[in-house]
């Protein structure tokens, strides 16, 4: 009850910054097309995990709540949206949360302007860094000591920091063989790209607002680095066998993109020299097909990646267990803290 209390009141915050994007900077005026498609897309429905765990690491060590921690809170999901316009982009993905993506909603509204020299694509890159300063502004919404105002800022500059080169590094990582490719690189994907932005840093940053030791704070970020990589092989094993329905895309584009996760790392460790061979060539393919992603899910069953992973996520959540039971948060919102945990993984 308590988690979908304070989703509410993250959606109700959310809602009520879009209501005042338009008095604050006037977006509408500047261009009706920049605010109707920013509006559309932070408006869409998510599982707002980010600003949650936010609020959660706020009020574990705080006395009282601040006024304005929902409007900071909101931060963290509006840094998710601009991170998500930008990395469909790269992923030349066509949906998002299970309606068309941005670049692909910009695309459609110049489809009668053949004379344009530029794309969808272009006006996305430029929304996406109005949906950072945005993140920005809604930060500094909460009423809290300066100084750990400023701290906690830094951390949310960190995470923008962090994903950004976890990206980076992963696109880096295409270019390179898959038998040279090591567990150790994918984790650091991982780890920058997912554990930090979604996990440690939300609750890292709640946690610096509220003023709690930094022992504290490190234990979060490390119980967040361990959950985040739980998330992200769970995420994998949706990605490959989920339905679009249940995870607003294509379960395709993993392939389509070529991405190296833990379950083509472990496949092709494990596999015949014959089927590393099919491994690479359905990865170099151009044209993914439903056929390519059934004989992906065969490979991945026959080699027994999915054990593998369900191992994995076992002795991560372990790790990340041990840490929880040392934290010195309020019960409540240690209580709270564990139960979406579990939530989040489906366990």
């Not at 962090?162 to 696109?171: A, D, K, M, P, R």
């Amino acid at each position: 009850m308590m988690t979908l209390k304070i989703r509410k009141r993250v959606e109700k915050e959310l809602k009520n910054y879009i209501r005042e994007l338009d008095t604050s900077y006037s977006l509408s005026k500047i261009s009706p097309v920049l605010y109707a498609n920013i509006k559309e897309f932070i408006s869409r429905q998510g599982k707002r995990i980010r600003p949650i765990l936010f609020v959660i690491g706020y009020l574990g060590y705080a006395k009282k709540a601040a006024a304005g921690l929902y409007r900071s809170a909101v931060s963290i999901e509006l840094l998710h949206d601009f991170m998500l316009v930008h990395d469909d982009i790269i992923d030349k993905s066509d949906t998002r949360r299970g309606r068309p993506s941005m670049h692909s909603m910009l695309n459609r509204y110049l489809s009668g302007n053949k004379n344009a020299k530029f794309n969808g694509e272009d006006l996305t890159i430029v929304i996406g860094d109005v949906m950072f300063a945005l993140a920005m502004h809604a930060f500094l919404g909460i009423r809290e000591d300066e100084k750990r105002k400023e701290r906690a800022l830094k951390k949310l500059i960190e995470a923008a920091i962090y994903t950004g080169s976890g990206e980076f590094i992963e696109l880096l990582y295409g270019l390179k063989k898959l038998e040279r490719i090591t567990k150790e690189d994918i984790y650091r994907v991982y780890d920058y790209k997912t554990a930090n932005y979604t996990f440690a840093s939300p609750l890292a940053i709640g946690a610096t607002l509220a003023g709690a030791r930094q022992d504290e704070i490190d234990k979060l970020v490390k119980y967040g680095i361990y959950l985040g990589r739980a998330f992200q092989i769970n995420d994998d094993i949706l990605g490959m066998f989920g339905s679009e329905k249940k995870t607003g895309k294509s379960n395709l584009t993993d392939l389509k993109e070529a991405k190296k996760t833990i379950l083509i790392w472990h496949a092709y460790k494990n596999s015949s020299p014959k089927t590393r061979l099919i491994i690479k060539r359905l990865l170099s393919k151009s044209n993914i097909g439903k056929s390519d992603l059934l004989r992906m899910r065969g490979i991945l069953n026959c080699s027994g990646t999915l054990d593998y992973a369900a191992r994995e996520i076992d002795a991560l959540i372990k790790k990340a267990e041990f840490i929880n039971k040392t934290l010195k948060m309020q019960p409540r919102y240690l209580n709270l803290l564990n139960s979406l945990s579990k939530e989040i993984l489906s366990l």
